[in-house]
């Protein structure tokens, strides 16, 4: 199996510069897109196809939320996490189809391979 194919997005270059350093430090991840806003996301979304969408929660225009209820409704939907810096019980992402949520500080290799490796389904 190939690297985990990683879309970054955040309106913030501090922000998307930071979790390509983690996706880049984290073996068997590389980044292969980013955007800026949530519309954005859907559109690099279809023509990349990741496996994985690091979306921030705070986006203008549409919010990560929505976003990734839209691209998780999608044929092929990648494994969506979102990120703020907020804490979580801040941010309301039930229901949105996000496999899980990570605040930015803690955001790390190790935190990036257990969102992957709770996102995918149980092997027999």
């Known amino acids: 199996m190939g690297d985990v194919r990683v879309l970054v997005v955040d309106d913030r270059e501090p922000y998307r510069r930071a979790m390509a350093a983690v996706v880049g430090a984290t073996d068997g991840f590389v980044v292969v897109g980013s955007a800026t806003t949530g519309e954005e996301s859907l559109v690099v ?3 990349l196809r990741p496996d994985l969408v690091l979306m921030d ?4 225009g549409i919010d990560g939320v ?3 209820r839209e691209l998780v409704a999608r044929p ?14 801040q941010v309301d992402a ?8 990570v605040p930015k500080a803690a955001f790390g290799p190790d935190r990036l391979r257990a969102a992957w490796a709770e996102a995918q389904p149980p092997h027999d």
């Open 45 to 47: 979304a279809d023509e």
């Open 57 to 60: 929660v705070n986006l203008p």
């Open 66 to 68: 929505e976003a990734t």
């Open 76 to 89: 092929h939907a990648p494994v969506v996490v979102l990120l703020s810096t907020y804490d979580e019980d």
């Open 94 to 101: 039930a229901g949105c189809g996000a496999a899980s949520y």
